[in-house]
Structure formats: structure tokens, C-alpha cells
């Protein structure tokens, strides 16, 4: 049983629009919520990160949201531009107990920016 | 600063040998994982440490042993390598909680 989704496989967005990618969770001990970015033949690269205490961190083009009573986290990207193309992951930690370098990730969304 | 190495880049092992894949850091970071990537699935963790000499499982241990004798390395190893190991390896490591994870660019090995 998946403990974390991410429901889109795939989004396609005009240059200059906003870039909405989902995730779902189902562990209410998840305290602390990632975002990946990945591109081909590369290693994932840490975008964004917030903790359980807040609802939204803003970094840039990039803010995260998180509705703990939804078990939800998104990502906007605004404005998207071309070379934000690429595969996006969310990755949810537990820092409960011993469980620190644990990582969960969802399956992973494909962002396309049509310039 | 070279961040997180991982070597090879690419492998082709036949089923039933063994192989190390190496990852090394150098920032000194307490944290670190290894991950495998298969279609559709995401990345899922295999082992942990959380410092030297200290490791721990993680989703998908079986088949693969790590050990953790210094802060800057984190070999994982394939005991006897089967079709179902072929993926894309990434190693990955952190301060802690809050700092993000580094990855390396990953190891492809295809076990035929």
C-alpha cells in the first residue's frame, strides 16, 4: 500500500502560467515534506522542503502548501518557464524515533512548459 | 566541492555475480541512503545510515548489504545479482532533517 501518490503522471503547461503538481499522503507521522526535481541521467536536486508547523514556504518562483487535515502537499511554480521541464517528486520524511535518512518518495509527475 | 560520487556510472553484471557500488561525500554529512528507481515507481530507499557505523534497513534490503566504517562513504553491495536488480541506483546525503538530501548522478546496472 502506497503511502504517498502523486495522482498526475504527467502536466502540461503554457510558458508564464502556473505549474500546480499534487501529492497525497496517508502516515500522519510524516513531519516533514520535500520536493524533488529530476532530469534525465541526473540525480534528483532538492527544490523545496517545510516542516509540520507551517501551511506554505515560499522560495522564489517556487511556494509548497501543506493541508495536514487533507493529508496534501502541492507545488506551484509561477511563472513556469521552459526549463523547469523535467520530472517532479515529492518526499516525505519521519523524523520519529530513529527514522532520520528516511525518505518516501511519490511516483513522480512530469512537468512539460510549452514555450 | 564535489558533493556526492557515485561510481560506476554504468554497469552489466550477469546474474548470479556480485559488485559493489561505490558512493562517497565530502560535506561531511551524517546522513546518508541509498534509493533505486524503477518506472513508475518512484525512488525507494534499500539501506540507511544515520553515521558511521551505523546503518539500517530500509523498503527494499533484500539482496543487498551496506556497512558504513567512515562518514565519507557508504558502499552498497549486491550479493548475488539478479534480473529483478536491474535499476538506476542514486546514493544520497544530509546534514539532517530539514537541509534536504543530496543525491549523486546514479548508477545504472542491467543484471542480465
Known amino acids: 500500500d502506497q503511502q504517498v501518490k502523486q495522482n498526475s503522471p504527467s502536466l502540461s503547461v503554457q510558458e508564464g502560467r502556473i505549474s500546480i503538481l499534487n501529492c497525497d499522503y496517508t502516515?500522519?507521522?510524516?513531519?516533514?515534506f520535500l520536493w524533488y526535481k529530476k532530469y534525465p541521467a541526473e540525480g534528483p536536486t532538492f527544490l523545496i522542503s517545510?516542516?509540520?508547523?507551517?501551511d506554505k514556504n515560499e522560495d522564489g518562483r517556487f511556494t509548497v502548501f501543506l493541508n495536514k487535515s487533507a493529508k496534501h502537499l502541492s507545488l506551484h511554480i509561477v511563472p513556469s518557464q521552459p526549463g523547469d521541464s523535467a520530472v517532479y517528486f515529492c518526499?516525505?520524511?519521519?523524523?520519529?524515533?530513529?527514522?532520520?535518512?528516511?525518505?518516501?518518495f511519490g511516483q513522480g509527475t512530469i512537468l512539460t512548459v510549452h514555450p | 566541492n564535489a558533493g556526492v560520487t557515485q561510481t560506476p556510472k554504468f554497469q552489466v553484471l550477469k546474474t548470479g555475480q556480485s559488485m559493489t557500488l561505490q558512493c562517497a561525500q565530502d560535506m561531511n554529512h551524517e546522513y546518508m541512503s541509498w534509493y533505486r528507481q524503477d518506472p513508475g515507481m518512484g525512488l525507494r530507499l534499500i539501506h540507511y545510515s544515520v553515521g558511521a557505523g551505523i546503518t539500517d534497513q530500509g523498503e527494499v534490503p533484500n539482496g543487498y548489504n551496506v556497512s558504513r566504517s567512515t562518514t565519507e562513504d557508504f558502499p552498497l553491495r549486491l550479493l548475488s545479482a539478479a534480473p529483478s536488480q536491474t535499476s538506476v541506483y542514486f546514493c544520497a546525503s544530509s546534514r539532517g532533517q530539514g537541509n534536504g538530501y543530496t543525491f549523486g548522478s546514479g548508477t545504472r546496472l542491467t543484471v542480465v
Open positions: 518526499a516525505l520524511d519521519n523524523a520519529g524515533g530513529t527514522s532520520y535518512g528516511k525518505l518516501t
Open positions: 502516515n500522519s507521522m510524516f513531519d516533514y
Open positions: 517545510i516542516s509540520s508547523i507551517k
